[in-house]
């Protein structure tokens, strides 16, 4: 007879799953609450398989954890198929043969496929491919983190792997190697400055700007006094002089650019940033 106010758990459960710590503390705590609103509630002859409709920051107050941990944890359980659920109702999946260990690999590229298929409006199946397999298998073997992600970035050249972060860099650097000491200082400037208005530049933004620079005039003079312009008022990227720069050259000034050039070098300049 079971006592009253109590939820019946089979031995095999307790002593295959729990005691044999198939699963973590915070994993445990979401699974107890799960049982609490399936099987603790009977029947007549048999228990309650299903909780009510239950909301993930519900269950999140509930067993007092962070509501956005909490959401995490449980959606790699139903990744790895320890909880089942439906139109908000949730199963705890005591069939622990039934499981799948997932890479973060794996987890990341199925999170990328369920958002692809709730956008498209259908269901997608999940299969991994030969590449993302190996990728996986090379993580598992104690690769670092951040080294698979790189693999897929790099271009066999002369039997050499260059990455293409490396090219970039050394675009980069070639163009300022051939300028002057005023110039590189003026540079390093507009990059500090980027930084302190916490809008860093990546390499390829870089490489951009440079190439604007060069286009805005080839006097290496009126390019530093672009840079500082760009550093007084706190820009983005580069612009046309306001007025003449000192009669040399061409007039560079702002009626050289209408207002809708201007705002489209400033939403590429946005963009650059978003990416």
């Not at 916490?198 to 390019?223: C, F, G, V, Y």
Request: contains cysteine; hydrophobic residues 30%.
């Amino acid at each position: 007879m079971i006592p009253k106010d109590s939820t019946p758990i089979k031995n095999k459960i307790l002593i295959e799953i729990f005691a044999k710590r198939l699963l973590t503390l915070d994993e445990i705590a979401i699974v107890s609450y799960i049982m609490r609103w399936s099987w603790g509630f009977d029947k007549g002859e048999r228990r309650q398989d299903w909780t009510k409709k239950l909301t993930k920051r519900k269950m999140a107050d509930d067993i007092e954890m962070d509501r956005g941990k909490c959401c995490k944890i449980l959606n790699k359980m139903i990744k790895e198929k320890k909880v089942k659920v439906k139109d908000k109702l949730y199963q705890f999946n005591e069939h622990y043969e039934e499981w799948q260990k997932l890479t973060k690999g794996q987890l990341l590229y199925k999170e990328k496929v369920d958002e692809r298929s709730i956008k498209n409006g259908r269901k997608v199946n999940f299969k991994l491919t030969k590449g993302q397999l190996k990728v996986d298998e090379k993580v598992s073997l104690g690769m670092p983190k951040n080294q698979g992600e790189g693999i897929k970035n790099k271009d066999v050249r002369g039997g050499e792997h260059t990455s293409k972060e490396t090219l970039k860099e050394t675009n980069t650097k070639e163009t300022l190697k051939d300028k002057g000491t005023n110039f590189i200082k003026a540079w390093k400037d507009f990059k500090t400055m980027r930084k302190k208005i916490r809008k860093p530049m990546t390499k390829r933004a870089e490489e951009l700007i440079l190439k604007d620079l060069d286009n805005l005039s080839n006097n290496e003079e009126e390019q530093i006094a672009i840079l500082n312009q760009s550093i007084k008022y706190s820009w983005l990227g580069v612009f046309p002089l306001k007025g003449d720069y000192n009669g040399k050259n061409k007039q560079y000034n702002r009626q050289n650019e209408t207002d809708r050039e201007r705002q489209q070098r400033y939403e590429q300049y946005r963009k650059l940033e978003e990416t």
